[in-house]
Nanobody, 114 residues
Framework: QVQLVESGGGLVQPGGSLRLSCLVS????????MGWYRQAPGKQRELVAS???????NYVDSVRGRFTISRDNAKNTAYLQMNSLKPEDTAVYYC????????WGQGTQVTVSS
């Protein structure tokens, strides 16, 4: 069974940065279109960034220009570099494969607060 393990969250002040990692236990990671999602308290989970196996990226308007998604197929890992963080970015962040949905991991908490 494929596992997703997110890490890198934490407490950061507004304007700060964090880098999230998503390790995927799959031998076919390179064909996955990977997505980073987030779920804030009382809100639905939303897709904020995606990257295809070939490296094409897409972002939701609220994070474009501040977040960067990337991947290392040799390490079976997807990343989300988050800069200029805002309090409204506070959420639990999850990764998943968009084209081959997998069981959700535990997520990683990101809290942006002064």
């Amino acid at each position: 069974q494929v596992q997703l393990v997110e890490s890198g969250g934490g407490l950061v002040q507004p304007g700060g940065s964090l880098r999230l990692s998503c390790l995927v236990s799959s031998s076919i990671f390179s064909i996955y279109t990977m997505g980073w999602y987030r779920q804030a308290p009382g809100k639905q989970r939303e897709l904020v960034a995606s990257i295809t196996g070939g490296g094409s990226t897409n972002y939701v308007d609220s994070v474009r220009g501040r977040f960067t998604i990337s991947r290392d197929n040799a390490k079976n890992t997807a990343y989300l570099q988050m800069n200029s963080l805002k309090p409204e970015d506070t959420a639990v962040y999850y990764c998943n494969a968009i084209n081959v949905p997998l069981n959700w991991g535990q997520g990683t908490q990101v809290t942006v607060s002064s």
